[in-house]
């Protein structure tokens, strides 16, 4: 749903002209340093891009999930390090907390993540438990008006930024699966929380990950997301539905971007006397590409406007995020391939997006995944 398509469209300019001007001049910067500049930061936090899913009556702009989409389609045309650094504040670090929190606990973070004041990370992987999340270790045990955590998470996006987390732990240690689990606010500064060193990773750098341990870490009661124990698994689970359709409009954005530059290429690079975009065997790549891109487009489109309709989307959020991560890996592919030797080399920039985006069919659920939960809604809808 788009509530006011001028305004859309005035936010749409800007982070456009934001990328053009700001962001895609500073990617190999970002790339050599392994550093978002705090310049850049700041712009997104004045250009409201923190507060993007907070609503309005908590201070963000309040978009929909079909305008969030479109914002990421432009916001994503460079190295998706740059949106790495809002992603979690927007996305899985704060919406358990506009889904399934208080309003005391909404009045008390979301205003303050809206502006960028505060970051947010999202805590549930562990050493032991990645894919089958409902297996959890991290224990957080009852005591008086606290709960002391202890455990240790892992891969966990933003963390040596974050100021707070939602923290999935087991409170019910009788309940082995999902019912044991419970949501939680945590202080990054709390006494009992300490951090891994940042991963060294494959691609995307400038977006920082890192083990997050707690030791013995009391977390007030009243941090408890809706001051409910055992509702924490559903909550991570309607969260990540969400993600999952962020991360496939970022995939559109990126496959968007190297796209373009293949196209451009193409188009420049003569080889046996003409532009190689004009051989058939390259215009074909271009054309998948093209199809790929477009087919995920509409079905981001698709789930975000049935996200905003109120319907269940967990198997269209499941089906953007297979398919438009797998397409933007396709794309990036092809996008070497036209490149040539030159898609091999680092001053092109393609290698870095080849090796950025490998990370989409991972996180957030990885395809396989995907494939469980789309496969396991059908069968469930069949017997219903
Ligand atoms: N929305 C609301 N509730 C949901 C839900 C959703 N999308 N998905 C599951 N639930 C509920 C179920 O209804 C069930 O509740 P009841 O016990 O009341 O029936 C409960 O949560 C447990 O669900 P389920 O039995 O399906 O859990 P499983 O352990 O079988 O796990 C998968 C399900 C594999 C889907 C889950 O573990 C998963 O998504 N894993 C990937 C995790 C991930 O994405 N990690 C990335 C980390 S974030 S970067």
């Given at each position: 749903m788009i509530r006011d398509p001028e305004i859309l469209n005035a936010l749409l300019d800007s982070v456009g002209r934001f990328v053009r001007e700001r962001l895609v001049p500073a990617e190999n910067t970002v790339a050599e340093t392994d550093e978002i500049p705090a310049d850049i930061v700041q712009e997104m936090r004045e250009l409201g891009l923190f507060g993007m899913t907070v609503p309005e009556e908590f201070?963000?702009?309040?978009?929909t999930m079909e305008e969030e989409v479109r914002v990421l389609f432009e916001l994503?045309?460079?190295?998706?390090a740059f949106r790495s650094v809002i992603g979690t504040t927007v996305g899985i670090g704060s919406q358990g907390i506009l889904m399934d929190g208080t309003e005391a606990q909404k009045a008390e973070y979301l205003p303050r993540l809206a502006t960028g004041e505060l970051m947010a990370s999202f805590a549930l992987t562990e050493p032991e438990a990645g894919s089958d999340a409902a297996s959890l270790r991290t224990t957080a045990v009852r005591d008086g008006d606290h709960y002391v955590v202890n455990g240790t998470k892992r891969y966990i996006t933003n963390a040596p930024h974050a100021s707070i987390f939602t923290l999935m732990a087991r409170?019910?240690?009788?309940?082995?699966?999902?019912?044991g689990v419970s949501a939680f606010i945590v202080?990054?500064?709390?006494?009992?929380i300490s951090f891994g060193k940042i991963d060294k990773k494959m691609g995307q750098r400038g977006a920082h990950t890192c083990d997050v341990i707690f030791d013995n870490c009391r977390v007030p009661a009243a941090n408890l997301i809706g001051l409910k124990e055992g509702q924490g698994f559903k909550t991570a689970m309607k969260v990540l539905d969400k993600g999952r359709i962020h991360i496939a409009a970022v995939c559109v954005g990126v496959a968007q971007r190297m796209l373009d530059d293949a196209l451009r290429y193409a188009s420049e690079r003569k080889q046996f006397g003409q532009a190689i975009g004009e051989f058939q065997l390259v215009q074909a790549m271009l054309a998948d590409s093209q199809t790929e891109l477009y087919a995920a487009q509409c079905m981001v489109v698709d789930a975000a406007r049935k996200r905003d309709e109120g319907l269940n989307v967990s198997t269209e959020a499941s089906c953007c995020k297979l398919f438009a991560s797998e397409m933007c890996g396709r794309v990036a592919d092809r996008a070497v391939q036209i490149l040539g030797g030159a898609g091999y080399?680092?001053?092109?920039?393609i290698e870095r997006f080849y090796r950025d985006v490998r990370l989409f069919r991972l996180y957030e659920g990885t395809t396989q995944i995907q494939q469980i939960i789309i496969a396991r809604n059908m069968l469930r809808a069949l017997r219903a």
């Open positions: 201070g963000g702009l309040g978009l994503c045309k460079t190295s998706p409170t019910n240690p009788e309940d082995k699966g999902a019912g202080d990054a500064k709390s006494p009992g080399l680092a001053e092109y920039g």
